[in-house]
């Protein structure tokens, strides 16, 4: 008994074929030119995708920005309560303070002594014991220096900033939750532009090209929408991945293209367009 059946051929070229029950398996072909020096593919479109995790541990104030909105590089997003990382910072800048007072005062004492041993008055023994204390207090001025650092490098972890331009996705965590340092994520910042668009390309195809000595980086890439005629969106190939994928016998092959209006998001299918340069 014939059934009808869809089968998906590399290129991504969808055809009609009847298949027998008993009917021997066909070799996938590699895509045919849609035009002279032309090859059709089906690609996705893809984003870069950041998540913001806490860097410091303490409770989520109020969140600043929609789910959703568009947000600017160094944006800020959120804020965990900052007030205990603002005590310690002012506690560690008060012992800074302290170690610098130590440190003047044994300044003053091995100046005066340095004076008594060229005098006579003190012998050389005094004189190592005050440069000993001396180089004690710088150590430990420079010490309560990096806690100082650590200190204002935690206070303001506690904000939390758009690391680029893009949307923000959903926040897994609400206002007043407790947030740990390293912990689960707390929102994501997805691109939207430029973006990438990735697509695979099958082996018999790669190998026509590269004994055609055919530079895949500098092949032309233009994109459509599904809605789009013709292929109005110029994509330049950034990344051709070094190895093949063993399952599907295809290698991923990934360009930038731009996004000004805003109509591509990830995920969406587009074809994509690889024009050849003539021989």
């Known amino acids: 008994m014939r059934k009808a059946a869809f089968l998906l051929i590399s290129g991504f070229v969808l055809v009609s074929m009847n298949i027998r029950a008993d009917d021997p398996p066909k070799a996938v072909e590699p895509p045919k030119a849609v035009a002279k020096g032309n090859l059709d593919f089906t690609g996705r479109i893809e984003a870069a995708t950041l998540t913001i995790r806490p860097r410091v541990t303490g409770y989520l104030g109020k969140i600043l920005v929609k789910e959703g909105a568009t947000v600017k590089q160094g944006e800020m997003l959120a804020e965990i309560d900052s007030r205990p990382y603002k005590a310690r910072l002012d506690e560690a ?15 003053v004492n091995h100046d005066r002594l340095m004076d008594a041993v060229k005098k006579g008055i003190v012998n050389s023994s005094e004189l190592a014991v005050s440069g000993a204390d001396k180089e004690k207090a710088e150590a ?13 490098l935690d206070l303001s972890f506690t904000k939390l900033v758009a690391p680029m331009e893009g949307r923000v996705g959903r926040f897994a965590e609400t206002a007043g939750n407790l947030v740990v340092a390293d912990g689960a994520p707390i ?10 668009v990735a697509f695979d ?19 032309t890439a233009n994109v459509a929408l599904s809605d ?3 292929f109005p969106h110029k994509s330049v190939i950034d990344f051709i991945d070094p190895q093949f994928n063993p399952t599907t016998g295809t290698l991923r092959i990934r360009g930038v293209i731009d996004n000004p ?18 021989k």
């Open 93 to 107: 800048r008060a012992k800074l303070a302290v170690a610098k007072a130590s440190l003047k005062a044994a300044s």
């Open 140 to 152: 430990m001025v420079e010490a309560e220096k990096a806690t100082v650092s650590l200190a204002e």
């Open 187 to 196: 929102v994501s910042i997805v691109a939207v532009n430029p973006l990438f």
């Open 201 to 219: 390309v099958d082996e018999k195809t790669i190998l026509k090209l590269r004994r055609d000595d055919i530079d895949l980086g500098k092949v």
């Open 228 to 230: 789009e005629d013709g």
């Open 261 to 278: 209006k805003g109509l591509m998001s990830p995920g969406m299918f587009v074809r994509v367009r690889l024009t050849l340069p003539a």
